[in-house]
């Protein structure tokens, strides 16, 4: 399976892409662009009332980019007409049914005319409101395939996960699809639909009380972690996607599917260029708040895996798998996009890379001075960093329980009635919890033969290769200063 077939299979091809605001959608849609303009049609399902919604969406928060410098220096004065010809924007919303798309024309082209589907929408918040999450997350999902099995010549139906959806298990975590209802914890037994029924309940039980938005967003945040910790996930975004897969692999028939777990995403190691990153996002929250001297203390073992993997890399390995290969006929649909089994990071070197990162080239602050950094602490578990709390902001730890209850965005509201004593550190520590301790490893097997059947390519255009990654060099020369440029 060289590059080249890969290329050659792409040509003339129709793909829906959902998510195309988003980071992986958006660099897969250049990269596809880039390698093959011969692609007959990449359509872009962006939530919008209609076509010209849709349209100024797409050209404001996709094509207006960084991203595509390469590709608009590589084609000049035509690049206008040569993404008027190539993509199409697409008016819709995952969490209705046929994926929201109300045109009947559109509609109607799209079951005659796809090829693949890459679905790639989902809302990524970890403490989202449960109704929104679900309906995004989980019933998207399963809109997408509905609406897939209903294209008469779909090859390839390519749904992004994340490879945390196993949860906070230890050891080697293999590519396996879930099985429908399965929860982690092994007591209760998931029905999904069920799930959306004490959902829609419960709002309606709301809107009888008269309750304002504010309280039901509340209430439906609470909701989902409570519901995500019962059965075994750290939040409302994990336990969202475990379902939306199960509902995949229950409802997918003959239909080729395939389920791309990758884990931290971080800023593209060499494609289309070094550093591309769009807002900070997961680990580069913390590097963000760090830089501006709100974290002095963390929680995370400094041997722990810190399982990052470059963006590019990620868009490369989705779009090799989109070629017709052996997995396509078999029951292993699940490929892990990951670093822990090659070749990973730990968390002290990144916490070393931004000291000295930011040691070197302090961010400025609003008084004009630079913000000095000191050494990061890293507390190896939760009873030392509250510890490390309750000795330094004299904070009572009876907080970390209130706050651990709440949902993560409610902690300032929280807080503040507590005489304002909660550090930021708190809020971030409860978050990553899960991460940051995670004693896991993903197992890559289904990747690495893909990884494996792509080296013969001598061209590189679809670079996957994780043991070339000296990851200091990485993150002092690319994914630190992508984020540090990101704040304001």
Not at 258 to 281: K, L, S
Request: with cysteine; proline share 5%.
């Amino acid at each position: 399976m060289e590059s080249q077939s890969v290329v050659d299979y792409l040509h003339g091809r129709s793909i829906l892409v959902t998510g195309s605001t988003g980071f992986l959608a958006k660099m897969f849609v250049e990269k596809v662009l880039r390698v093959q303009p011969h692609v007959k049609k990449i359509y872009l399902l962006l939530r919008a009332p209609d076509e010209a919604a849709a349209a100024q969406r797409m050209k404001i928060q996709v094509l207006s980019t960084d991203l595509f410098k390469v590709l608009r220096e590589a084609h000049g004065p035509s690049f206008k007409s040569f993404i008027s010809e190539k993509v199409s924007p697409v008016a819709g919303n995952i969490a209705h049914e046929n994926m929201g798309i109300d045109d009947t024309c559109v509609k109607e082209q799209l079951k005659n005319e796809l090829d693949v589907i890459v679905h790639s929408a989902a809302s990524t918040n970890f403490d989202e409101r449960y109704d929104v999450a679900l309906r995004t997350n989980t019933f998207g999902a399963k809109n997408v395939v509905d609406f897939a099995k209903k294209c008469v010549k779909l090859r390839m139906l390519l749904h992004v996960s994340t490879a945390y959806v196993a949860g906070e298990k230890g050891g080697i975590i293999p590519e396996r699809p879930f099985r429908m209802g399965e929860s982690l914890n092994g007591i209760y037994t998931i029905d999904i639909y069920q799930e959306m029924k004490l959902v829609d309940d419960k709002i309606k039980e709301l809107d009888d009380q008269g309750a304002t938005e504010e309280r039901k967003a509340t209430f439906m945040k609470e909701m989902g972690l409570q519901r995500a910790r019962s059965f075994g996930w750290s939040n409302t975004y994990v336990f969202t996607k475990a379902m939306g897969e199960m509902l995949l692999g229950h409802l997918k028939g003959h239909l080729p599917l395939v389920i791309v777990r990758p884990a931290i995403v971080t800023a593209t190691y060499i494609d289309p260029f070094p550093g591309w990153i769009e807002n900070p996002r997961t680990m580069d929250i913390l590097l963000v708040q760090y830089a501006l001297g709100k974290l002095q203390c963390f929680l995370g073992d400094p041997m722990s895996v810190l399982d990052v993997i470059p963006g590019d890399m990620v868009v490369n390995a989705m779009i090799m798998l989109l070629h017709p290969h052996e997995f396509h006929h078999s029951s292993a649909y699940i490929f892990h996009l990951c670093s822990s089994m090659r070749k990973p990071p730990t968390i002290y070197n990144f916490v070393d890379c931004s000291y000295r990162y930011l040691s070197k080239y302090p961010h400025i602050g609003n008084n004009g001075k630079p913000i000095k950094v000191k050494p990061l602490l890293l507390k190896k578990n939760m009873s030392s960093f509250k510890r490390f709390i309750n000795l330094h902001y004299e904070l009572p730890l009876q907080v970390f329980d209130i706050i651990n209850r709440a949902s993560c965005n409610l902690y300032e509201e929280k807080c503040t009635k507590l005489h304002k004593l909660c550090n930021y550190a708190i809020r971030m520590a409860l978050i990553y919890q899960p991460y940051c301790l995670f004693k896991g490893r993903f197992d890559d097997l289904n990747t690495k033969s893909l990884r494996e059947a792509s080296q013969r390519d001598s061209t590189k255009t679809f670079y996957y290769s994780i043991e070339d990654i000296n990851w200091d060099s990485y993150f002092m020369n690319v994914q630190i200063p992508s984020v540090i440029k990101y704040i304001k």
